[in-house]
């Protein structure tokens, strides 16, 4: 899980290290040749002194013009060492740039995060952040531009169910996405958290396009013993769902309704999802993403936000090597990301933690 985007981001925290210790082995041999040359300015020092003692001393056996003008003479070495104590005492300048990473390891490290599906912004501006820094606190660095990229309001899908149930006698929860991206499992999935949570459920069974979705949605219900709504293929999906919600009055709970796997490219497809939205005005839209699909993932939350959606569950994180495709979401849009879809267990839908999601990222 993460693994390239892990080694990508640990990459660049070496590079930083690696850099600052350089640094620090070339600043202690400045040291160790300032403190030579410092002993050897001290020893010059004495030396000058003890010379001007002695001088002194003379000067001091000798009377009139003479003594007073041979006096004035051996002041100027006492100047003159007056001045390199005076220049030694000024703080020496530290060379800041030194601890920078460079610009082309900022390029490399931006084309790394782009290869792991970070999508071209969000990689420049995470190089943006680091530029110019510290590279002793590079990590730390890291770690807050993650967080602050991946962070948002916490949300309780279940409170929420149960606040609507409590105002109206019943809930509508509809998810809709791209074919394949996990979408009926994460249904029965999230009716497992919620049957847990002692919640009355329907599942919506209006996918009549796709061969065997409705047979899938039934082996769901079967095995978690949760009610089904379902149609004949090549039915009207508003139909079921709207069917589905008079079932879910009568129970007084939720109705968790399964749309066409339609390609946002499909006209029709759209406007059938238009028609089932304006029909039974669900109470919440859960847009499903496949965290496997790469850059498109982006393209699939623009042209579904025509439709608008409420929140987002990513699927198959747990086989997700490259793992950039989650900080693209965030930028590209700020609705929350419920959870994630880990292993193939009904409970295997993990709450989305931030904090959580960057640790496995950078240790």
């Known amino acids: 899980m993460f693994g390239f985007i892990k080694k990508s981001l640990k990459g660049i925290v070496k590079k930083f290290e690696k850099s600052v210790d350089k640094n620090k082995v070339k600043k202690d041999e400045e040291e160790i040749v300032k403190e030579n040359n410092t002993e050897k300015t001290k020893v010059k020092r004495k030396m000058v002194c003890w010379n001007v003692k002695e001088v002194n001393k003379e000067l001091n056996l000798k009377k009139g013009k003479e003594a007073k003008i041979n006096e004035h003479k051996t002041e100027e070495p006492i100047k003159e060492t007056t001045k390199e104590m005076e220049e030694e005492k000024k703080p020496k300048k530290r060379g800041f740039f030194s601890r ?23 990689a420049e501006e995470i190089a943006d952040k680091l530029r110019d820094k510290d590279g002793r606190n590079i990590k730390k660095l890291l770690r807050n531009e993650l967080l602050s990229l991946l962070e948002q309001e916490e949300f309780s899908i279940g409170t929420f169910i149960k606040g609507k149930i409590k105002e109206q006698g019943n809930c509508m929860v509809l998810f809709f996405g791209y074919n394949g991206s996990g979408k009926t ?3 029965a999935r999230l009716g497992y958290l919620l049957k847990e949570q002692k919640i009355p459920i ?43 919600k008079k079932h879910a009055e009568a129970i007084n709970g939720v109705v968790l309704a399964d749309t066409a796997g339609r390609l946002h490219s499909d006209k029709n497809l759209m406007e059938e999802l238009h028609k089932i939205l304006r029909i039974n005005k669900p109470d919440m839209t859960i847009l499903v993403l496949d965290s496997l699909t790469g850059s498109d993932i982006l393209e699939q939350i623009e042209k ?17 090597e490259k793992g950039g495709a989650m900080l693209s979401v965030k930028q590209k849009t700020d609705k929350p990301i ?10 295997d839908l993990e709450k989305f933690d931030a904090e959580k999601i960057v640790k496995k990222m950078l240790d």
């Open 304 to 320: 579904f936000g025509e439709v608008d959606f409420d929140a987002l569950i990513l699927t198959k994180v747990d086989v997700n």
């Open 100 to 122: 920078q990473i460079s610009e082309k390891d900022l390029q490399k490290f931006k084309l790394e995060l782009v290869k792991a599906n970070v999508s071209f912004d969000v």
């Open 185 to 187: 499992t994460t249904i």
């Open 202 to 244: 329907v599942f919506a069974a209006a996918d009549t396009f796709r061969a065997a979705a409705i047979e899938q949605l039934s082996a769901h219900a079967d095995n978690l013993k949760i009610d089904i709504v379902k149609h004949k293929y090549g039915g009207d999906p508003a139909a079921v769902v709207f069917d589905a």
């Open 338 to 347: 419920l959870f994630l879809g880990m292993g193939q267990e009904y409970k």
